[in-house]
């Protein structure tokens, strides 16, 4: 049985703070030789907006990478 993928949002200085949900729609697309994007559908009323702030970051279970907001 595979492992579900889950998707963080870490604090500036790597802390996981939340676990992000509540999404209708994600997005995630590394490149080997510019950055990387994400894009992510919540509702308004969702737990993790409040974490979403510039300079924090979400990482992937499934990925070697962090994606800065």
Known sequence: ????M???????????IALLE???AFIWTERYAESGDF??????????IPYLVED???M???????MVI
């Not at 889950?6 to 996981?16: A, G």
């Not at 894009?39 to 993790?48: D, G």
């Open 39 to 48: 894009v992510v559908t919540l509702p308004l009323n969702a737990p993790e």
């Open 22 to 24: 509540s999404y209708s």
């Open 1 to 4: 049985m595979a492992e579900e």
């Open 56 to 58: 924090n970051y979400l």
């Open 6 to 16: 889950e998707c963080y949002i870490l604090s500036k200085d790597f802390q996981k």
């Open 60 to 66: 992937l279970t499934d990925s070697q990478h962090v």
